[in-house]
T-cell receptor
């Protein structure tokens, strides 16, 4: 079992819709969770981090964490073509000296 | 310069060459990282430095040799690489290895091609 799993996609949504990206992790003791966006040929850029169960909102982005079910999700409201990118979920696993373990990413395409 | 910078942005080298990648962070952080990103594979952590001391080496072959002379600079020295080492090499930095300050910020990367 992979430590951090994401559906590789591609996920396509129409412009203006809600895009839902999911990530599961294997280590129940994980405490810190991050979402990065990576455009083709570019480096990852941080979108959000979340440490506590529940929702965390920042503009059009909402991160949702459910530690009991070991998943973290990212919702993008009012999706725009500029949101088309690969979204990387990253987790700091317990006992990892606070190092990030990344999922393989989900490729999102927002259709105009 | 702001954020995390990396040079060169692109590098082509033969298997017998020796080259170095450079990373510089202007964020006042004290932890720095090297990652490798190959096509269709997750980001792989290679090395972690905290307060200029190496705290992690994730079973990286010895043909990759990191150096952290101070908290703002990180190098990756390369020698006798293999074609399968061709990838995007990313540097990142963070404030500290502690929750609440562990957000990592990435540089633009060096696209390495080994012939």
């Amino acid at each position: 079992q992979k430590e951090v799993e994401q559906n590789s996609g591609p996920l396509s949504v129409p412009e203006g819709a809600i895009a839902s990206l999911n990530c599961t992790y294997s280590d129940r003791g994980s405490q810190s969770f991050f979402w990065y966006r990576q455009y083709s040929g570019k480096s990852p850029e941080l979108i959000m981090f979340i440490y506590s169960n529940g929702d965390k909102e920042d503009g059009r982005f909402t991160a949702q964490l459910n530690k009991a079910s070991q998943y973290v999700s990212l919702l993008i409201r009012d999706s725009q073509p500029s949101d088309s990118a690969t979204y990387l979920c990253a987790v700091i696993l317990s006992g990892s000296a606070r190092q990030l373990t990344f999922g393989s990413g989900t490729q999102l395409t927002v259709l105009p | 310069e702001t954020g995390v910078t990396q040079t060169p942005r692109h590098l082509v080298m033969g298997m017998t060459n020796k080259k170095s990648l450079k990373c510089e962070q202007h964020l006042g952080h004290n932890a720095m990282y090297w990652y490798k990103q190959s096509a269709k594979k997750p980001l792989e952590l290679m090395f972690v430095y905290s307060l200029e001391e190496r705290v992690e080496n994730n079973s990286v072959p010895s043909r990759f040799s990191p150096e952290c002379p101070n908290s703002s600079h990180l190098f990756l020295h390369l020698h006798t690489l293999q074609p399968e080492d061709s990838a995007l090499y990313l540097c990142a930095s963070s404030q500290a290895l502690a929750q609440g300050a562990d957000t990592q910020y990435f540089g633009p990367g060096t696209r390495l091609t080994v012939l």
